[in-house]
């Protein structure tokens, strides 16, 4: 098992990443405590693959409104959350869209859709996705030393464990 989490796990992290990466790098951060991942290639491969899927997504609604508007039609009310979160905040909201299951895939595309400058939003990108990465990196590592170490034997039942928690605190949220 071990050696499957050195051999694909960065590349699993990159590609969970790309579309939001909150549990896959929450998951890293434990993995990296329990000594199987490097913590700072983890941050570094879910933050640069995070700010790519960001700027994909802001890319695709502005070269291609019709189909990002197309898209976005299932998620009325979150839509119409996130247009009004960016008139009221402005460009912070890239920064705490990040955090926000639901809404942080539709942030770029509505970003998309105005006439909301792409360097701009690159620049914003790179921050929101850069302490992102540290902060939940960190702090889940951190949490991944005050799980693992009460059981050294039974890492892998503690990202299970992880996992279970993340997931449930999600749908919870997601239910609201």
Known sequence: ???IIKDWGY???FLYSFGGGFVGLVVAGVLSFAGDLNLFVCMLVAGTSNFIGDQFL???ARSNKAYAKDTM?????KVALAHLWMRKYGSTVVFFQKYIYGIKTLIPLAMGLTKYSFQK???YNIFASAIWAIVIGYASFMMGEVLLTYAEEY???GVGVILLLVFGISYYVKKI
């Open 1 to 3: 098992m071990e050696e």
């Open 11 to 13: 590349l699993a992290l």
């Open 121 to 123: 939003f690159t620049i």
């Open 155 to 157: 890492k892998y039942y």
């Open 58 to 60: 802001f890319y695709m």
């Open 73 to 77: 039609k299932k998620f009325g009310r």
